[in-house]
């Protein structure tokens, strides 16, 4: 609901820098005309810009203490590769088809500035990918890779990688990996993948899965 909200509010300040620069190239006055034509193309750009940020912010959801994000079963195909079934936090079901021995899933976080975080603004999610891992290292340099997006910001504004990438540049807001540590793979093995505010964390969940941690530790 929070980042929702956050989505709303950034959607109307763009719609009124719209609104506004329409306003200004409406304008007839010949002085100053070329001036105020740039200012409202700006204007119309950055109010385009802040409604697709807010499109891309929408698709996160906040971070509520240790919370459930999703399940993953496994369904051996044949050696070292595995269907895996990923059902996320609002019952969408997915299907994808590992090579390896562990699997391995990614999120991405975002965290606010102190001023925020003190009014209740909490770190935000999004599930990123999944990927295989073979044991061995020369099959993991050799052998097919398999890795996939779970989510993809589809209207060519990414906020997440825009922070991630800008350095020390932009450093108010923290664009960063919760990734979970490689987990062995089995047939029948169910496990559920838990977030905090430190990243993802893989918890077995039927005695298949727990078996294959065993074996591996």
């Known amino acids: 609901m929070l980042y929702a909200l956050l989505a709303t509010f950034i959607t109307a300040v763009g719609l009124v820098m719209v609104y506004f620069s329409f306003k200004v190239l409406a304008s007839k006055a010949w002085i100053f005309g070329w001036l105020r034509g740039m200012w409202g193309l700006l204007l119309i750009a950055a109010g385009v810009t802040l409604g697709l940020s807010a499109f891309d912010l929408f698709s996160y959801k906040q971070i509520v203490s240790e919370q459930s ?3 993953i079963s496994f369904e ?4 070292q590769r595995y269907n895996a079934i990923v059902v ?3 019952g969408g079901e997915s299907r994808y088809e590992l090579a390896g021995d562990q699997w391995q899933m990614d999120a991405r976080l975002i965290k ?3 001023a925020m975080a003190a009014i209740g603004v909490k770190p935000g999610y999004r599930l990123d990918r999944i990927s295989g891992r073979y044991y061995s290292l020369e099959k993991e340099r050799n052998a097919e890779r398999t890795v996939y997006a779970l989510s993809e910001s589809n209207l060519g504004i990414d906020i997440w990688s825009f922070f991630h990438n800008s350095g020390d540049g932009i450093n108010f807001i923290d664009a960063v990996y919760g990734t979970a540590t490689f ?6 093995a169910l496990f559920e993948v838990l977030l905090s505010n430190s990243g993802l964390l893989a918890r077995p969940l039927n005695e298949p899965a727990r078996a294959a941690i065993d074996r591996w530790e």
């Open 76 to 79: 051996q195909l044949e050696p």
């Open 88 to 90: 996320d936090g609002d």
């Open 69 to 71: 994000v999703a399940t």
């Open 112 to 114: 606010w500035p102190n």
């Open 183 to 188: 987990v062995p793979m089995a047939d029948g």
